[in-house]
């Protein structure tokens, strides 16, 4: 048995479970994430620990990319819970994209809690060398 309390952490969780939704978060859970850029990809990782993968959710609209997972509870309804910490619930975040990554070709993967979105930058965005010529006309530089 749990013998460590904290009463701060303990008002919360009654505070909770009094106005959240059958005992749930009644605020957004939080979705952490890392974002970087590897080379000529984009990556963006997410921390969805006890997420079940087939939860999870992904669409991108007007370079809007949304993140839906759900993690659900896995005590039983006769279970009188003594601790309860890890939230549960719907988890969303959305992340906006710019004009340079490639939108069409979005790879997600997830393993050990992590969902892992590569997200290759557009063949627009890449930079180009431009031939510099001299003796009068400009030439023409065709992408």
């Not at 990809?41 to 809007?64: T, W």
């Not at 939230?87 to 340079?100: C, N």
């Amino acid at each position: 048995m749990l013998m460590r309390t904290d009463p701060f952490r303990e008002l919360d969780r009654v505070t909770q479970q009094l106005f959240g939704q059958n005992g749930t978060w009644s605020r957004p859970a939080v979705m952490h994430m890392d974002a970087y850029r590897d080379g000529e990809q984009f990556v963006v990782q997410f921390d969805l620990p006890g997420v079940d993968p087939s939860s999870i959710d992904l669409n991108v609209e007007h370079n809007v990319l949304t993140v839906k997972a759900e993690r659900a509870s896995t005590q039983g309804e006769d279970v009188e819970l003594q601790v309860a910490e890890r939230p549960r619930g719907v988890f969303s975040r959305q992340l906006f994209l710019g004009e340079t990554l490639d939108t069409d070709r979005i790879e997600a993967s997830y393993d050990v809690g992590v969902l892992t979105l590569r997200i290759p930058i557009a063949e627009k965005a890449k930079p180009r060398k431009i031939e510099v010529t001299g003796g009068g006309a400009p030439k023409q530089i065709h992408a």
